[in-house]
């Protein structure tokens, strides 16, 4: 490499900091130095599988009417763990940019990479990667511990069945991109605790709000809130009064990309 290339890159550097693989790459080393990264995907992993196995052992299906054991749907109840592992990996989420605004860290990465968006950009891909496959891996482990786990006379399902791979899979995407909200929110916010409980209460808070509503208004808000369109997502026998799973799923995206766009916003306009 010439001397000529090497004042170019120190000038491209000081002139607009780091590209997007290089910041990526430091993205990728502050998470997965951190151990608290791997305790989350950890507690995250063993709560899809081992509540998988708990909810399905209790199936009464014996007991079941027969419009019941019409609408028993073996796949779908693998994944209660979900109801703590959005909460776990959204918590990963704001964890991956809040923990740098209370250590000071922050001021260090928007110094070498001044380009606030890119920085976002490179957390999102980098934890998006990594919660994406710890989501699919514990969605899959999830559904043969449940299968294995059901009784003899009930119907098993198998990843050859219509609708139940897609069914796994989205249960992997889902808990990712809680994730990605969370690191929207977090980069808005600024602060672990408030993040947290934004989080907490749009996945567990604003779907009560509508309780006292009409049923039609019930109806029409699980297709629009995150924790009631999981369980769309992840039912192989369509659910009432619910749009198609891979519409939810494409509605999810757009969240996850809005809290993004909005986190980026915020880290543009407002001083570290």
Same mark, same amino acid.
């Given at each position: 490499?010439?001397?000529?290339?090497?004042?170019?890159?120190?000038?491209?550097?000081?002139?607009?900091?780091?590209?997007?693989?290089?910041?990526?790459?430091?993205?990728?080393?502050?998470?997965?130095?951190?151990?608290?990264?791997?305790?989350?995907?950890?507690?995250?992993?063993?709560?899809?599988?081992?509540?998988?196995?708990?909810?399905?052992?209790?199936?009464?299906?014996?007991?079941?009417?027969?419009?019941?054991?019409?609408?028993?749907?073996?796949?779908?109840?693998?994944?209660?763990?979900?109801?703590?592992?959005?909460?776990?990996?959204?918590?990963?989420?704001?964890?991956?940019?809040?923990?740098?605004?209370?250590?000071?860290?922050?001021?260090?990465?928007?110094?070498?990479?001044?380009?606030?968006?890119?920085?976002?950009?490179?957390?999102?891909?980098?934890?998006?990667?990594?919660?994406?496959?710890?989501?699919?891996?514990?969605?899959?482990?999830?559904?043969?511990?449940?299968?294995?786990?059901?009784?003899?006379?009930? *119907?098993? $399902?198998?990843?050859?069945? =219509? @609708?139940?791979?897609? #069914?796994? /899979?989205?249960?992997? &995407?889902?808990? +990712? !991109?809680?994730?990605?909200?969370?690191?929207?929110?977090?980069?808005?916010?600024?602060?672990?605790?408030?993040?947290?409980?934004?989080?907490?209460?749009?996945?567990?808070?604003?779907?009560?709000?509508?309780?006292?509503?009409?049923?039609?208004?019930?109806?029409?808000?699980?297709?629009?809130?995150?924790?009631?369109?999981?369980?769309?997502?992840?039912?192989?026998? *369509?659910? $009432?009064?619910?749009?198609? =799973? @891979?519409?939810?799923? #494409?509605? /999810?995206?757009?969240? &996850?990309?809005? +809290? !993004?766009?909005?986190?980026?916003?915020?880290?543009?306009?407002?001083?570290?």
């Amino acid at each position: 490499m010439t001397t000529a290339t090497l004042s170019h890159r120190r000038a491209s550097h000081s002139r607009g900091g780091y590209g997007f693989r290089t910041v990526a790459r430091m993205e990728w080393r502050k998470l997965c130095t951190v151990r608290s990264t791997w305790w989350i995907i950890a507690v995250f992993a063993v709560s899809m599988v081992g509540l998988a196995m708990v909810a399905v052992s209790h199936e009464g299906y014996a007991q079941m009417s027969a419009a019941d054991r019409a609408a028993f749907d073996p796949t779908h109840d693998c994944f209660i763990g979900l109801v703590l592992g959005q909460l776990l990996l959204g918590a990963l989420g704001v964890l991956a940019i809040t923990t740098e605004f209370s250590s000071g860290m922050i001021r260090a990465t928007f110094a070498a990479a001044p380009r606030r968006p890119l920085v976002l950009a490179a957390k999102a891909a980098v934890l998006g990667a990594v919660t994406l496959a710890a989501g699919e891996i514990s969605a899959c482990a999830a559904f043969v511990a449940g299968q294995a786990a059901l009784p003899a006379p009930v *119907p098993h $399902a198998t990843f050859g069945q =219509p @609708g139940v791979l897609r #069914a796994v /899979l989205m249960a992997g &995407a889902y808990p +990712a !991109l809680i994730a990605l909200i969370g690191l929207g929110v977090g980069a808005i916010v600024r602060h672990t605790a408030g993040a947290i409980c934004v989080e907490v209460g749009v996945l567990f808070v604003l779907p009560l709000l509508f309780t006292p509503l009409s049923l039609s208004a019930q109806d029409a808000a699980q297709n629009f809130l995150p924790h009631p369109m999981a369980n769309s997502m992840t039912a192989v026998k *369509p659910l $009432a009064h619910t749009l198609p =799973p @891979g519409l939810i799923f #494409a509605l /999810l995206c757009g969240y &996850a990309a809005a +809290a !993004l766009a909005a986190g980026a916003w915020a880290l543009s306009r407002r001083d570290a």
